[in-house]
């Protein structure tokens, strides 16, 4: 299987032909909401209704009164009468107001969309349970787009205490399935005579856990009659979600191991000797000699390598690629690496060029912009075996690269790629080539064990020697004449600095300009012939980009002006300061890759962060800790409290952390029991063929069912 499978599935159930009905065929949906629910919840099926859950529950016996709202508290539930509604605003702005009361107070309720079909609900003198968040407008309080009903509406048919709410979208509250209509719907499901929810866990599991049964927890999550029932029904869905995906990935690695051979590289040759001897001009640190240690014993196992390699930007990463590669050509296969731009492959080619010059290596270049005429010819050497290192982009998945006996991919920045695209690579050869993902992104312990939970991994934890930790500062605007002073002073030295700025894709054009005035302003500030300044931007043509990257790389320029293009993996020692322009805009990880891109070399290096004055809480904290620690793992771990797994680098691509219930931060401990469980059970039979591991395997299978099987290519 391969690593890093997206895992769309979790609570797919095809067990039976009940809970894969179409969803039309349920009372209340019918063809045009089914559709609907298609489209916008990719709710197809009974059973994908039935883990379609709520986000959130509220007691329905508890009303805020108007007067008590007292700030902006995340949502309140209120029972009043409507008094008045009126349109207002500009033909283009308009939104609808109404003004409900209860014995306390007065309280708006705003519309900007979908007016239409609110007013129609809508009938002064009538009673109404609304809810929403409430926010302070124009001296009043007011609740846009909140939910709302009317408070003699029948409860639904099931006996209802904690109300649940669903997340709807305003084509689907259009056609009457806001919260409370798909609330209506499962209702309907849960009471059919055929409604009937397989067991998947087997029942000593259960037991031992003290895990209330699936069919129970389904209908308790929808419908809870008590917060403690709520909260089992909960536990056992994350434990379910969270254990088949750990007894996947770690039976995956057990067949890998076991079951699928790899290519075995035995010797040491020539290749590797020579160079470690007389073209490697520094000692290898601990750390990269334990890794390159660790990959040997895999290369030479006669079973696949899949090992991930962590290390902080700047730890020498690139180097251990090259060792390894240099070991699969000692073995007469072809090596390469891709690379997710063309600045960071052009830097590879040029950085693995010269240090294995004059040892007869052939090594070559290949990306989008590689001319059709060469790119000819690579693909006749390629397939002839001539070429040794193939060192390209995503132009290397293409169809019409075909290798001779490719041994070895190695992924730079794995996590710019998606599944799909990784995949393609290693399907180039019969036997599946040794696979070494590299990422500077260092992940948390508890989203590795999700994400690269069939990987084995090694970890680079030390820096080459002599380097300083970057000096980082934060600065407001008004500090910008004394930034400007501090470059001049640095360049005067001579180094080199980079000024980023942020390029954010929902705002490209808005980031251009910004880009563009900072580099008008940056050219004023340092004229010619003093100051030469470069300029990289995403819409630049690639040729063009390149043109401006090597005139920085050959000191001709002083200054990058760039968006984050520079980002990954851009290797100028000289370059020792680092300037990010609207810091607060950046991740953390995206702050702490750009700074990777200074204190290279052996000068002190700086970054600084320049801010707007106004900072929301979380860019503060973001660029405190930034100033405050230069560990990579420090950062990550705050970025994955600040922003949540969903966010992190890497993980939309994967769909792993497509979580439906469980989170990998909060339900930490249950995601390590798990974790141990199923290497329990998977080390006992590997192949979950004992009968009482009957269930899990049928549940596996099912899952497998939905996705896409690269379980052939890995
Ligand atoms: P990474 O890809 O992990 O961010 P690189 O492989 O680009 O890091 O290495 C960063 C820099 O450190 C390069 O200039 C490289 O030549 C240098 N380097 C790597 N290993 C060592 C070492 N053991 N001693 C000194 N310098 C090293
Ligand atoms: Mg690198």
Redesign the pocket.
Known sequence: MGMNCPIFFTFVIVVQPFLSTPIEYLKGVGPIRGELLRKELQVNTFGELLSYFPFRYVDRSKFFRIADIREEVAFIQVKAVLRSTQTVGAPRSKRLVATVEDHTGTLDLVWFKGHKWVADKLFPGREYVIFGRPTRFSGRWNIAHPELELASDQPPPLNEILRPFYSSSEKLKAKGLDSRGISKLVSNLLLLDKFYVPETIPGEILQSLKLIQRQEAFVNIHFPGSPDQLKRAQTRLKFEELFFIQLRLIQQKFFRLNKQEGIRFTHIGEYVNRFYSHHLT????GA?KRVIKEIRADLGSGKQMNRLLQ?????????VALMTMLIALDNGYQACIMAPTEILANQHFQ?ISTMVKDMGVEVRLLTGSTKSADRKEIQESLIGGDIHFMIGTHALLEEYVRFKNLGLVVI?EQHRFGVAQRAKLWDKNKVTPHVLV?T?TPIPRTLAMTLYGDLDASV?DEM???RKPVVTRHAFESKRLELFGFLKKKIKEGRQVYIVYPLIKESESMDLKNLMEGYDAVVREFPLPDFAISIVHGQMKPANKDYEMQRFIRKQTQIMVATTVIEV?V?I?NASVMVIENAERFGLSQLHQLR?RVG?GSDQSFCILMTSDKLTNDARKRIQTMVHTTDGFAIAETDLQLRGPGDLEGTQQSGILDLKIADIVKDEKVLKYCRSLALRIIEEDPGLERPENERLNHHLRMIHKYEHNWGLIS
């Open positions: 520094f000692e290898l640190t990269q290390g902080d930007v700047g730890s020498g990463k690139t180097l950085t730079d590299m500077a680079i080459p020697p002599g993996g290797d020692p990777g290279r």
